[in-house]
C-alpha cells in the first residue's frame, strides 16, 4: 500500500476538500494539474471534479462508498445531475448540511454521530447497504472529522475513549490507531483520504505521525 504526504487546492486538509472510495475519488474543480497527475495514479481510480452546494468542500459536503454518495442537503439539483450522468449515484439528505463531518463509511459499515435522527440514519444505511453504529468519538459528535477509515484500517482523534475505539473496530471491522496528523491535528478525517490502495495525508504530517499510520496501513 501507498503512504504519501500532500495537498489539494494547496492545503494540507486534503480531507476537507475530497473523498476517496475504491472506484472513484470526489475532487473540487481547484485541485491543481499536477495534484490531479498525481493522485489518480496514486489511488488507482478515476478523478471526478465536481462541485457540491457551489463549493469546493467536497469532504464535508459528502460520504461515500464505491460509486454512491449521501449528500448535503445544500448540494444544487445541477451538480446531482452532472454526477448521475457520468454512473455516480446520489442521494440527498434532508435536514443535513455538513454530513461529512457527521458519518464514516467504508465497505463493512461505518459511524454516525448522535445529531443525525432515525429516519435520516436509516435512509443513509438503504442508500449504501452498510450498518451504521450511532457514537461520539472522542466525547465528540463530529464522528466524521475525527477518523480516517477505508476496508483496509482507520486512524482516529488521539483522545478516543477505550469503548469508542472498541466500537470503531466493531463497525469497520478493521483495526486501526489513535493519532494526529499535519504537525499535531487531533481532528485526523479533515487531514487524510485513504482506500486499500494509498493514503495520502496532509504534508505538515511529521515523521512520527507517519510511523503511526504506517503501523495501520502497511
Do not use: W
Amino acid at each position: 500500500m501507498r503512504i504519501d504526504k500532500g495537498t489539494l487546492c494547496s492545503s494540507p486538509f486534503i480531507g476537507v476538500f475530497s473523498v476517496v472510495t475504491e472506484k472513484l475519488a470526489l475532487m473540487p474543480f481547484s485541485i491543481l494539474p499536477k495534484e490531479e497527475r498525481k493522485l489518480s495514479d496514486f489511488f488507482g481510480v478515476e478523478i471526478i471534479k465536481t462541485k457540491l452546494a457551489e463549493s469546493s468542500l467536497i469532504g464535508v459536503m459528502c460520504a461515500g462508498i464505491k460509486k454512491r454518495f449521501v449528500v448535503s442537503e445544500l448540494v444544487l439539483d445541477s451538480e446531482i445531475k452532472k454526477l448521475e450522468e457520468i454512473g455516480v449515484e446520489v442521494k440527498r439528505i434532508a435536514g443535513v448540511t455538513a454530513i461529512g463531518n457527521l458519518i464514516k463509511v467504508n465497505e463493512n459499515g461505518g459511524i454516525a454521530s448522535r445529531v443525525l435522527n432515525n429516519k435520516q440514519i436509516t435512509e443513509i444505511e438503504k442508500f449504501l447497504g452498510i450498518k451504521l453504529h450511532v457514537m461520539q468519538v472522542a466525547s465528540l459528535d463530529i464522528v466524521g472529522s475525527a477518523v480516517v477509515a477505508s476496508n483496509r484500517g482507520f486512524l482516529v482523534h488521539p483522545d478516543v475513549t477505550k469503548e469508542e475505539f472498541k466500537l470503531l473496530k466493531e463497525a469497520f471491522k478493521v483495526d486501526g490507531r489513535p493519532t494526529t496528523l499535519n504537525y499535531g491535528d487531533k481532528f485526523v478525517g479533515n487531514n487524510a483520504v485513504a482506500n486499500t490502495n494509498a493514503i495520502l495525508v496532509g504534508d505538515k504530517t511529521t515523521a512520527f505521525e507517519l510511523i503511526r499510520v504506517q503501523d495501520v496501513f502497511l
